[in-house]
């Protein structure tokens, strides 16, 4: 199974609120969220993870670019990065897609937020599931 992070965001929210951080670059429990996204589907067994971001976020191309690394040094799942410019998700889903053609994957946006334990189940739920596709949806929560 594939899956794709959404990282191209402008993350205005957070700037609004004086975080200049990258939002990719945020920690949460002790980590920037990408990598907390990177571990656990190195952990699920991914074929393969795909990232875009944009070119306005240059300290996220090159964190990405040194966990590619590492990736490689250690023959863990491909990481494949994709830096293009895109006005909405959607669009960035559109990038994305010719690489997810061919195989069942999973997609989010770096900023989603979940138990680890919470998640595998919802994979294992998807393995199982006989459907085109499958949507986790949580209680509405306001962020703003």
Do not use: W
């Not at 699920?44 to 795909?50: F, G, K, N, V």
């Not at 690394?69 to 959607?90: A, E, G, I």
């Not at 900023?111 to 680890?116: A, I, L, S």
């Not at 919470?118 to 949507?135: K, N, Q, T, V």
Request: aromatic share 10%; proline share 4%.
């Amino acid at each position: 199974m594939k899956f794709a992070i959404i990282a191209a965001g402008q993350g205005s929210r957070l700037k609004q609120e004086g975080i200049s951080e990258d939002k990719p670059l945020v920690q949460l429990l002790g980590q920037p969220m990408l990598s907390r996204l990177i571990h656990i589907f190195t952990l699920l067994q991914a074929s393969e993870i795909l990232i875009i971001t944009n070119t306005h976020m240059p300290a996220v191309v090159r964190f990405i670019r040194q966990i590619q690394d590492r990736h490689n040094s250690k023959s863990l799942c491909p990481l494949t990065l994709l830096v293009k410019d895109t006005p909405s998700s959607m669009h960035s889903f559109y990038e994305l897609s010719p690489y997810l053609a061919k195989e069942s994957f999973c997609l989010t946006t770096v900023d989603t937020v979940f138990r680890e334990i919470d998640f595998c189940h919802y994979i294992r739920a998807f393995h199982s599931f006989s459907g085109d596709a499958l949507m986790a949806v949580t209680d509405y929560i306001d962020d703003e």
